[in-house]
């Protein structure tokens, strides 16, 4: 099993700043891929960023350019690192891992979001 912890959301103002971190735990050496998800209000769960353990990130066409996501692999963490935050941004931010030899997803519980504006 793997156990995943996010933290780092809260309220910031447009054009700001957050990072957010996500720590796993449990059997973490057979995650091969972490990445970051959100959710808004009435809205499908949505890929924001992912990192595989050979170092390969990709992102949503919407943050590209405003967010980064980087990897500890001694820390166990996963980072999103979110700058000039907009108000679409708001939403649940949800952490992810996938196990390498059967592809099982674990997600965390996630962190909360707010822009205003």
């Known amino acids: 099993q793997v156990r995943l912890v996010e933290s780092g959301g809260g309220l910031v103002q447009a054009g700001g700043s957050l990072r957010l971190s996500c720590v796993a735990s449990?059997?973490?050496?057979?995650?091969?891929?972490m990445g970051w998800y959100r959710q808004a209000p009435g809205k499908q769960r949505a890929l924001v960023a992912t990192?595989?353990?050979?170092?390969?990130?990709n992102y949503a066409d919407s943050v590209k350019g405003r967010f980064t996501i980087s990897r500890d692999n001694a820390k166990n963490t996963v980072y999103l690192q979110m700058n000039s935050l907009k108000s679409e941004d708001a939403a649940v931010y949800y952490c992810?891992?996938?196990?390498?030899?059967?592809?099982?997803?674990?997600w965390g519980q996630g962190t909360r979001v707010t822009v205003s504006s």
């Open positions: 449990g059997s973490t050496v057979s995650i091969n891929l």
């Open positions: 990192f595989t353990s050979g170092g390969t990130t």
């Open positions: 992810n891992a996938v196990r390498a030899y059967d592809d099982r997803i674990f």
